[in-house]
């Protein structure tokens, strides 16, 4: 609303392009309730772009929303046209595991009319965060009875609000992504030697203070699995002192009226990481069969991060 009122000949004059527009098209629908000149609303899926088309229609917005099917990267939009504005909800519980890079920086290269403002993006920029993490279930079932080496090619992901997962220590930013700059970051990433992948390494203090909270909760959580008290006394205290792997979540930050980053979505508490009411997941790759054990208050632990940030789409 705050983009659309600002536009100097006002929001009838203003191209909207959903990206990922989805069955119900309501991002499209709210541009085009505003008062968008014309909306373009692109949706990979077949039968999701019909019921989009039959929502719109229903809403009486057919005159203002043309739905196109397939990718985005692949479509031109009618007439050659380009957005002014581009709302994106493409982003994944880790942020750009849903193709948010290669689409966006596509978007930034042929659909938006001035790609390097930020106030032109909706989000403007995205983000992950990580911490190491303990988990109970992990601590619970162990082998020979249990192989989590089954199913670690896939990471759990767990509701942003679920307690049988808690941090080591606060979280850090391991990606960290501006639309208007995406151009940027793919010139850097393949500038770097190492064919368009990107680095990062993060330390970790495990915290002492942490560790205590997380045994309480974890005594909780044990019961509720009508543990006995000697299994929930035994296990609460090794899970909080174990890691099982890396916990990611995403968080997203929208411009205000003056293109400041006035809006900002968390889907877990920040900066602290804690648990909260999200959309999104919280995403934990099983480290191994086992998870590391013994861990105290004062221990590092040594995170490398790589991601891939192609120049171009594939």
């Given at each position: ?256 009226s003056d293109g400041a980053e006035q809006y900002i979505i968390d889907s877990r508490s920040h900066p602290d990481g804690n648990q909260r009411r999200s959309h999104w997941q919280t995403v934990l790759p099983i ?28």
């Open positions: 609303q705050d983009r659309l009122n600002s536009a100097k000949n006002g929001p009838e004059s203003q191209v909207v392009l959903d990206l990922g527009t989805g069955p119900f098209a309501l991002f499209a629908i709210m541009a085009a309730e505003l008062g968008a000149g014309r909306v373009y609303a692109i949706e990979a899926s077949k039968e999701i772009a019909a019921n989009a088309r039959k929502v719109i229609a229903e809403q009486g917005f057919a005159d203002v929303i043309t739905v196109l099917e397939g990718f985005s990267t692949d479509i031109v939009l009618p007439d050659n046209a380009r957005a002014d504005i581009i709302v994106a909800e493409i982003i994944g519980s880790i942020a750009t595991e849903e193709g948010a890079y290669a689409t966006i920086l596509d978007a930034h290269k042929r659909l938006m009319k001035n790609p390097t403002d930020a106030n032109n993006w909706i989000p403007s920029r995205i983000q992950t965060w990580a911490a190491p993490a303990s988990y109970t279930l992990h601590s619970l079932f162990a082998p020979p009875e249990f192989d989590w080496t089954k199913i670690a090619a896939e990471p759990v992901r767990f509701s942003c609000r679920d307690y049988a997962l808690e941090l080591l220590d606060d979280p850090q930013c391991v990606e960290d992504i501006s639309f208007a700059d995406i151009d940027k970051l793919a010139a850097k990433a393949n500038g770097s030697g190492g064919g368009g992948t990107m680095k990062k390494q993060l330390s970790y203090v495990a915290s002492g203070e942490r560790i205590q909270a997380n045994e309480a909760t974890f005594v909780e959580e044990y019961k509720k699995g009508q543990l006995s008290k000697a299994q929930v006394a035994e296990l609460a205290p090794k899970a909080a002192h174990s890691c099982t792997g890396v916990a990611f979540w995403p968080r997203l930050m929208l411009p205000g480290m191994g069969a086992e998870p590391a054990v013994g861990i105290q208050g004062g221990d590092r632990i040594e995170v490398s991060c790589e991601f891939d940030a192609p120049a171009g789409v594939a």
